[in-house]
């Protein structure tokens, strides 16, 4: 059964503190990428791993930096998060990179306060 | 880089009816155009796409139509149920590079 799954699903922190969301895929996908989801702005695109260790900054990578040492997880961390990146956050794999259908995760609603 | 904009931020029709949400495009180099949906509260999840070699794809009751001149494409959902109440993201690809999404349509379905 083809999944993405993310954790924590639920997470509110203090500003200034850091932040580690977590995701997996059991799919061997190539390619990860980390979104952020605001009301009426979409989908915006943090960064994108092409495969372990080759990672590339997406429209909104300030604030945000990722790590993929094994091909199934891809973590994004907040150093010192701020009231702006509460939002939610959408981890999406792929097969390949552009032009192959990608599969999302449930999301990370996070807070900050 | 490329700019996906859809038309329709609401789009609200009536059960048995046809809805159509329609999104354009800024970079001739794409050549993939895939459609998510996003149910209430819930993740995305693709639901169909087309590439350039066409211009019209139908699953069921989903049709996706290309007009490469006009650099536009549109979903058609036919007769309508309240189950495809949802947001629809429209995407465009260039081949080989990321895929860039429009803001979403919200459609809701009335009984």
């Known amino acids: 059964d083809m999944k993405v799954t993310q954790m924590p699903r639920y997470l509110i922190k203090r500003m200034g503190e850091n932040v580690l969301l977590e995701c997996g895929q059991d799919?061997?996908?190539?390619?990860m990428y980390w979104y952020r989801q605001d009301p009426g702005l979409g989908l915006q695109l943090i960064y994108i791993?092409?495969?372990?260790?080759?990672?590339s900054e997406g429209d909104i990578p300030k604030g945000y930096r990722v790590s993929r040492k094994k091909r199934e997880h891809f973590s994004l961390i907040l150093d010192s998060a701020k009231t702006n990146q509460t939002s939610v956050y959408f981890c999406?794999?792929?097969?390949?990179?552009?032009?192959?259908?990608?599969?999302f995760g449930p999301g990370t609603r996070l807070t900050v306060l | 880089g490329e700019k996906v904009e859809q038309h329709e931020s609401t789009l609200s029709v009536r059960e048995g009816d046809s809805a159509v949400i329609n999104c354009t495009y800024t970079?001739?180099?794409?050549?993939?155009f895939p459609w998510y949906k996003q149910e209430a509260g819930k993740s995305l999840h693709f639901v169909i796409d087309?590439?350039?070699?066409?211009d019209r794809k139908q699953s069921q009751r989903l049709i996706v139509l290309l007009d490469k001149k006009a650099k536009r494409f549109s979903l058609h959902i036919t007769a309508t149920q309240p189950e495809d109440s949802a947001i629809y993201f429209c995407?465009?690809?260039?081949?080989?590079?990321?895929?860039?999404f429009g803001d979403g349509t919200q459609l809701v379905v009335k009984p």
């Open positions: 791993s092409y495969d372990v260790d080759s990672n």
């Open positions: 970079d001739t180099a794409s050549s993939y």
């Open positions: 999406a794999s792929s097969l390949n990179w552009g032009t192959y259908e990608q599969y």
């Open positions: 087309i590439r350039s070699n066409v």
């Open positions: 799919m061997s996908h190539e390619t």
């Open positions: 995407a465009a690809s260039m081949s080989n590079n990321r895929i860039f």
